[in-house]
């Protein structure tokens, strides 16, 4: 089995809400990088570890992380709407081998995902239906939230799992670093709200157009340095990249909760989709990072990131 990560940061706000064009630019040349990266890879197989946000996953029922043999995109902000291509089989055996594993995966399936899913594959591979997919929900935003410790035995888990297979695996974390978007919290929230947020009704067309017009707002507003959003927080974010590209996984047990939303933010802990493909990675064995960018970008909410990993030549 051949084996590789990349982590890359999403936002509903790219392409709607842009930072200056050399920003971009520096963006487009790190993101070309992870293409090439991925093209000279060639997976035959991606590991897709992603959060939601209230569009598959609601309160009625809210695991830790959830693995799905089916998966369908509802097509929010614009993102693409439909079938993923999911490899069944290949789902049905990481699942058993990580329950195996003594982790205590939950599967779906049919899970319902969002942009979290869907804009890594349009970004690295043109499309959700273009590459055998295993897709990998991790809880980044509705607490409570576990230690970070079980997604990284998760991460293992997929990775030692996934070992056994003859293929060749991208494991791909979509989300973080630090930021604090919009995203409603059930703690305190109005009834209709909190209601929303258990059951899951869908949006009509107009609630979801009013949903993402607040987010882009809140995007423009926090550009312009006027609202109370927590501030990305680009020496946390650092740590978290230095702490991937070192290797030393086990820092992340000693991270906490309150910790990582102190310094990242509500959303900061969308991380965990990226602690969990490093630790799938590291279960195969050693490995290095092949390149690293990151960018403060106010404009799309993120604290953003995109580093590419390789196993080393001699495990
Ligand atoms: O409102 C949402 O559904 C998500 C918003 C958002 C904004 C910025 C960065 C992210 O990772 C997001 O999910
Ligand atoms: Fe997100």
Redo the contacts with the bound molecule.
């Keep these: 089995m051949t084996a590789a990560a990349v982590g890359l940061s ?4 790219i392409g709607r809400n842009d930072p200056a064009p050399d920003v971009l630019a520096a963006v487009e040349d790190a993101v070309e990088t992870a293409r090439s990266f991925v093209r000279a890879f060639d997976p035959d197989l991606v590991v897709l570890y992603a959060p939601d ?1 209230y569009n598959g996953f609601f309160y009625k029922e809210m695991p830790p992380f959830c693995l799905a043999t089916e998966a369908n995109a509802v097509g ?1 902000f614009g993102s693409a709407a439909g079938a993923l291509s999911v490899d069944t089989d290949a789902a049905r055996s990481l699942a058993r081998g990580v329950l195996d594993r003594g982790v205590d995966l939950t599967v779906s399936a049919r899970m319902t995902v ?1 942009h ?1 899913f869907v804009q890594p594959l349009e970004v690295l591979f043109g499309g959700i239906d273009k590459v055998p997919v295993v897709p990998v929900f991790v809880n980044g935003v509705a607490t409570p939230l576990g230690p970070v410790s079980r997604i990284r035995a998760l991460g293992t888990a997929i990775g030692e799992a996934a070992a056994v297979l003859d293929r060749r695996v991208l494991f791909l974390g979509s ?1 973080g670093l630090s ?1 604090d ?3 409603p919290v059930l703690d305190g929230a109005p009834p209709r709200v909190a209601d929303a947020l258990i059951e899951g009704h869908p949006p009509t067309p107009e609630q979801r157009a009013r949903g993402e017009e607040r ?1 882009i707002q809140a995007g423009r507003d926090y550009a312009a340095g006027s609202t109370r959003m927590v501030p990305i927080n680009p020496a946390w974010d650092n740590l978290v990249l230095d702490t991937l590209e070192s290797g030393r996984l086990t820092d992340v047990d000693a991270w906490t909760v309150e910790w990582m939303g102190a310094e990242g933010g509500g ?1 900061a802990h ?1 991380v965990r989709t990226w602690i969990a493909a490093f630790a799938s990675l590291a279960a195969t064995g050693s490995y290095r990072t092949t390149s690293r960018f990151y960018a403060p970008i106010p404009e ?3 604290g953003f990131a995109v580093t590419t990993a390789e196993q080393e030549p001699n495990r």
Aim: aromatic share 6%; no cysteine.
């Design positions: 999403h936002s509903p706000l946000h929010d969002d979290g989300g930021h978007p919009p995203v987010v959303s969308e799309w909410i993120a």
